[in-house]
């Protein structure tokens, strides 16, 4: 969604660099291109003016003036402004302390609120909580069987007496739903108000009429993130009419600019609590200021990419899969399957890559991207026996092009396949090992990485063949001379003694050989 915005800073940015000390003509310069980059994402113009005011007197400041790296200080401060903009810290719910916590859903029709209820209850389910649903959209047309679908998808309740259509009283379910929902012990309840068109005063009144009847511990105001500057309009209007504790976005995954969610919050006060990204009932989460900002300047995602690992991956598998690649040869195309499948969990690959810092130079790649690829990849394995994925390197031309037939694809992807896999093995295990990646220096203190200058020397002074120090003291090194000599001497007498030059019991090693049966007749 901040795609426009993202490149347009990351622009402003490459400019900077290089510069020792910004003059009051780079500052400037800089600020006018983050109010055009700001103002192209939709922002209101009042919280414009407001962030790029702040960022300008922070960058004419010592902070800035005395840096080593400039560029990277007004980085830092515009990071740190669009975090103050966003909420500045993250907004959690507010559970009652007795009795179900009740939450109301209120917002335009087609925000997505029927659809956002249910990912919401979703995600109380894995919070531990039980929620139950309530169809108080009586308006619009199939809203009440809507929700009754995505109830069932995500295996909560929905409480739903009346059929909707325009038929019923919402304020009266939403009182009754409260009753039902202390009945059969449910903790969260989760109502579904009727959206309006536009800013409707009579169902403005219903919906204060239900939050006055169930008195909710959170009123949520759901909105489209890709309706640009009306967003703020509208939560502005709710926010008088009816009133609410924080703000929902949905469609986060669509081509809006932004503008919606860098100015809701600065507005009207209320901060934003959930971000809706995608058409699956898992692309909801709690909306991370810090985490916005850092995706906004390309610094990726990285905590919420391991949240969501951690949810995905199976820890029993990882662990195996980790303990395969110590030992060589052990990870098989069985095991790049299965992790490639949990990765699959996670949704999409560009999704994915899109979280990692420095992708949005890669944007378009990703966007072309093809998903599939994932899918063909799986049918190529799919298609070999099990010994084959066991040990890729039993398999020969006949049976590579078996595979290329059974899997619908040419013989060349599976060379392909087969070839990457052993070079991506190769290098996973020299990992493992604490080897590094090949190719690339070592670092210092990474242990097998060479390094720094103690591992470097160590690396020498193992290259030289057998070369030891002689000490500087007279008697230690006539000493040293002589211990080499009797060693050099036995090494001679005993060319296929033990590496450490000690002897070898020929009797004892003999006796532990397990020989086949008749093996004498070969000995003679």
Known sequence: MFATLSDRLADTFKNLRGKGRLSEADIDATAREIRIALLEADVALPVVKEFVGAVKERARSEEVSG?????QQIIK?????????????????RYAKSGPTVIMLAGLQGAGKTTLAAKLAHWLKEQDKTPMLVAADLQRPNAVQQLQVNGERVGVPVFAPEPGNGVGDPVGV?????????????????????????????????????????????????????????????AQAFLDGVGYDGVVLTKLDGDARGGAALSIRSITGKPVMFASSGEKMTDFDLFHPDRMASRILDMGDMLTLIEQAEKAF???QSLKAAEKLATKGGFTLEDFLQQMM???????????MGMLPGMGQFRDQLE?????????????????????????????????????????????????????FFEARKMMEQMARG?????????????GLGGGKRAGAKQQAKGKKGKKRVSGNPA???????AGKAAAADKAANPFGNPDGSRVDYEKAAEQLNLPKDFSQFLK
């Open 435 to 447: 080897g590094g990646v090949p190719g690339m220096p070592g670092m210092p203190g990474m242990p």
């Open 174 to 234: 939403a009182r009754a739903s409260i009753e039902e929902a202390k009945r059969k012990l449910h903790d969260v309840v989760i109502i579904d108000t009727a959206g309006r068109l536009g800013v409707d005063a009579e169902l403005m009144k219903q919906a204060a009429d239900i939050r006055d009847a169930v008195q909710p511990d959170e009123v949520l105001f759901v909105v489209d993130a890709m309706i640009g500057q009306d967003a703020v309009t509208t």
């Open 368 to 420: 072309n991207f093809d998903e599939r690829e994932i899918d063909r990849i799986q049918a190529i394995i799919q298609s070999m026996t099990p010994a084959e994925r066991d040990n890729p390197k039993i398999i020969d031309g006949s049976r590579r092009a078996r595979i290329a037939k059974g899997s619908g694809r040419q013989v060349s992807d599976v060379n392909q396949l087969v070839d990457r």
């Open 342 to 352: 949990q990765i699959r969990k996670l949704g999409s690959m560009t999704k994915i």
């Open 67 to 71: 840096a080593l790296n400039p560029a």
């Open 77 to 93: 401060i515009v990071h740190e402004e669009l975090v103050a903009i966003l909420g500045g810290e993250t907004r959690r719910l």
């Open 314 to 316: 199976d820890s029993e």
């Open 476 to 482: 230690k090194a006539a000493q040293q001379k002589a």
